[in-house]
């Protein structure tokens, strides 16, 4: 399973929107749809969505 793949589906496992992920790994939405959709996310850390998770 690739990373991005495992992004969405720890999230819906755990019921949260991609704003309750984005909130809490400190990203924007627009970043959490990007790495869930396998889009190059943008300069950062692209540990952060894991480690809201």
Not at 12 to 22: F, K
Not at 25 to 38: D, F, K, P
């Amino acid at each position: 399973m690739n990373s991005n793949n495992q992004v969405k589906q720890l999230r819906l496992q755990r019921a949260w929107s991609q704003e309750q992920l984005a909130e809490m790994a400190g990203l924007s939405v627009r970043t959490i749809q990007r790495i869930e959709n396998g889009e190059t996310p943008g300069a950062g850390d692209p540990q952060r969505p894991r480690r809201g998770l």
